[in-house]
């Protein structure tokens, strides 16, 4: 069981149900903004918000962390074929394909990160860390009051509680390989 299959059984169930990510977050007592992160896997859910979240959703706790066996020791995931994972500033544009989605048991979570010219999203924070790695195009990467300029083949490692932002301000995309550590 990872970070994301339990953000995506929760995002899921919320949206069969019909409730607003807002609706939720009350039931369960806890903010919009920390919820969010939630579905967006940028943080675990502590055991007592799991059990507050199954009962607004009227599941079982053990729903929200089913996965299926994983007995998959290696994921190859052909070029182009990543699996497209919505997150949080879809009006961003930026497109995130799921470098490892069928593997259950892992200890990070790889991303290939498209963003459109011209494109930022707000700040953000995760637990844990983050690495990123620019295959192609430029982008300033913001890290709290910091801005550092990437060019393909530079790479950045940081702390995910910094708050930060990728910003493409070209006319061309940008592509990032971008690494999730995941912490319980």
Do not use: W
Request: with cysteine; charged share 25%; glycine share 6%.
């Amino acid at each position: 069981m990872g970070t994301m299959d339990i953000a995506l059984n929760i995002r899921k169930l919320r949206e069969s149900k019909g409730i607003t990510l807002e609706v939720l977050a009350k039931k369960a007592r806890v903010t919009k903004g920390f919820l969010s992160q939630v579905e967006n896997f940028r943080t675990m859910p502590s055991l007592p918000l799991l059990y507050k979240l199954a009962e607004a959703l009227e599941v079982e706790p053990a729903t929200l962390l089913a996965v299926t066996e994983d007995n998959i020791r290696h994921i190859l995931t052909k070029n182009g074929s990543g699996t497209v994972i919505e997150r949080e500033h879809p009006e961003s544009g930026f497109i995130y394909r799921a470098l490892a989605k069928g593997k259950n048991s892992k200890t990070m979570e790889p991303f290939l990160l498209e963003i459109p010219p011209r494109a930022s999203r707000k700040a953000v924070t995760t637990n844990g860390d983050e690495f990123i790695y620019l295959c192609e195009g430029e982008i300033d990467f913001h890290l709290g009051k910091e801005a550092v300029r990437m060019h393909p083949g530079d790479s950045l490692y940081f702390e995910g509680e910094i708050p930060h932002y990728p910003e493409n301000l070209t006319n061309n995309t940008a592509i990032l390989l971008v690494v999730y550590s995941i912490t319980y």
